[in-house]
């Protein structure tokens, strides 16, 4: 009667449970940061401007292979600082790669690219000591798509089904575009920012 009875054992013992980074593991999170840019126009008449930005990002990662995942995020954001306020909604799409350290710790490279909606908030205007006015949404039109790449390294610490991250993350515009706007013009700029993130999460 005891073989049969550990044999009965053997085949009814529970699957293992799934580790952070196994094939067909879905990964929901949410990614808060702050990010410190460098802001340049097309204009050569226009100085650098150093601008701040808080960002939000909830977003869900399909693993596909073991490791290797597919990532998007709804994005939303405020910055201030230089010579306006702007506020961003956007979606991000990539991929990342998790490189297993310990069961409980790993590092995951991340590369998207997020397309967003910039919008002036809010317009502001400077009056010069002649009198005269000047909008700050001169230089920045009240509406206009940014395209951005976006690499990041976050270190993930894991509890259970649930993660704990923090790391650096470098953004690059890539494209800013108004058509229209004042003077009918298109509107371009560069933005590059390096941000540190927190990231909570878990994954099924």
Aim: glycine share 10%; no cysteine; net charge negative.
């Amino acid at each position: 009667m005891l073989l049969p009875s550990l044999a009965l054992l053997v085949v009814t013992a529970p699957p293992p449970e799934p580790a952070y980074g196994d094939a067909g593991t879905l990964s929901p999170s949410g990614v808060l940061g702050v990010s410190f840019e460098q802001f340049r126009t097309t204009n050569p008449m226009i100085a650098p401007e150093e601008q701040t930005s808080l960002m939000l990002a909830p977003g869900v990662d399909y693993f596909v292979l073991d490791d290797i995942a597919v990532s998007a995020a709804f994005e939303l954001g405020y910055t201030w600082g230089g010579f306006a306020d702007f506020r961003t909604l956007g979606l991000s799409l990539g991929g990342a790669y998790n490189v297993r350290i310990t069961d409980h710790m790993s590092l995951v490279p991340r590369v998207a690219l997020a397309v967003g909606h910039y919008k002036t908030f809010p317009a502001e205007v400077t009056v010069r000591p002649d009198g005269t006015t000047v909008l700050s949404t001169y230089y920045a039109p009240p509406d206009y798509l940014q395209v951005d790449l976006r690499i990041g390294l976050p270190l993930l610490v894991h509890f259970a089904h649930f993660f704990l991250g923090v790391g650096p993350r470098l953004s690059q515009r890539l494209l800013t575009r108004v058509d229209g706007g004042f003077s009918g013009t298109e509107f371009y700029h560069r933005r590059t920012s390096f941000a540190f993130v927190t990231t909570l999460g878990g994954w099924l």
